[in-house]
């Protein structure tokens, strides 16, 4: 007897644009991610992410951990280069 999954779960094709997305990522933005996409689902989530992404679930938990230490609204610095953008008049 097969028993019903906790977790219903993306549709198909959600799941392959999660997959791409989730693989031009680098190794600790992987690990939030997940941890996000697992939060989502509460219960039952950790181990659909998981099987969906190919990851260990400690790793999941290592991205919960990471996120929990993000600092809150700091200043994240530049992202262009100065001179970059628009030009002033």
């Keep these: ?9 993306y549709p ?5 644009t ?9 190794e600790k933005d992987k690990r939030r991610y997940a941890a996000v996409e ?7 989530g950790l181990a659909y992410v998981s099987r969906l992404l190919g990851i260990d679930s400690s790793t999941i938990r290592q991205g ?20 970059g953008g628009r030009k002033k008049r």
């Design 38 to 44: 697992a939060a989502k689902f509460g219960k039952g």
């Design 18 to 26: 999660m997959k791409t997305f989730f693989d031009s990522l680098r």
């Design 64 to 83: 919960e951990q990471d996120l929990k230490r993000l600092p809150p609204d700091e200043d994240k610095g530049r992202v262009r280069r100065p001179g």
């Design 12 to 16: 198909e094709e959600v799941e392959m």
């Design 1 to 9: 007897m097969q028993s019903e999954p906790l977790v219903a779960g």
